[in-house]
């Protein structure tokens, strides 16, 4: 497999990195019942995953007043961070990848829908801080799809859109850096399926996560 020639690779969170998707359906089917509204299903919820809290919401009940809409957020947030003595796994796989591409050379970056406050937690609990160039999220820019926290990725590790790839699980993921002009790695062991994530034209598709290395050592 022929090495694909970059110098930063941005990783999304949640479904990439870290299996998350579960819990974070359990907690939104939480405040959706904490705000009563209609319960969705799993995959209604887990479509979101990847988006900021405030365009998740929206896209889940379009038609939910604003006032409800930061109820539900909060709720969601205590339920999640009431889990958050046991973090989610990492992929099986992905701490040995990370730590050999900063072996190689290359500068990691995260751009995730998470908020900043609960990155840092993820970071801190597993001892990461000093692994990724620079990390941006949902809540101090511009939520996913939206090319914003690329471009600022990109100006802050100084380099340029054409050495950057953008590995993700989801067609947030993809749209994104499409918008961005960055290439994109799209991995099937999350949210969303091989086809939806095949129409961004990424440059490859993992199927395993080994394929991430594969690609780009």
């Known amino acids: 497999m022929e090495?694909?020639?970059?110098?930063?690779?941005?990783?999304?969170?949640?479904?990439t990195l870290v299996d998350s998707a579960e819990r974070i359906v359990?907690?939104?089917?939480?405040a959706s019942q904490n705000v009563r509204l209609p319960l969705l299903s799993?995959?209604?919820y887990s479509n979101i995953i990847g988006l900021g809290m405030f365009e998740a919401i929206r896209q889940l009940y379009p038609d939910l007043p604003e006032s409800d809409i930061h109820v539900f957020r909060d709720a969601y947030r205590d339920e999640f961070l009431g889990r958050s003595h046991e973090p989610s796994p990492f992929f099986s796989g992905?701490?040995?990848?990370?730590?050999?591409l900063?072996?190689?050379?290359?500068?990691?970056?995260?751009?995730?829908g998470k908020s900043r406050k609960g990155l840092a937690r993820e970071l801190d609990v597993r001892d990461m801080d000093g692994l990724f160039h620079a990390t941006?999220?949902?809540?101090?820019?511009?939520s996913k799809p939206d090319p914003m926290m690329l471009h600022q990725l990109v100006t802050?590790?100084?380099c340029q859109p054409e050495d950057v790839l953008m590995i993700g699980d989801s067609i947030y993921d993809m749209e994104m850096a499409a918008s961005a002009g960055i290439d994109r790695l799209a991995?099937?062991?999350?949210?969303?399926?091989?086809?939806?994530?095949?129409?961004?034209?990424p440059v490859r598709i993992a199927e395993r996560v080994s394929d991430i290395s594969d690609s780009l050592l």
């Open 3 to 15: 090495v694909l020639p970059y110098k930063l690779v941005v990783f999304d969170w949640d479904g």
């Open 26 to 30: 359990e907690c939104l089917r939480y």
């Open 42 to 44: 799993d995959s209604e």
């Open 94 to 100: 992905i701490p040995d990848i990370l730590s050999l």
């Open 102 to 112: 900063q072996r190689k050379g290359y500068s990691l970056a995260v751009a995730t």
């Open 136 to 142: 941006r999220c949902a809540d101090e820019t511009r």
């Open 156 to 158: 802050e590790v100084r």
């Open 187 to 201: 991995v099937t062991w999350g949210v969303h399926d091989r086809s939806r994530l095949a129409s961004y034209a």
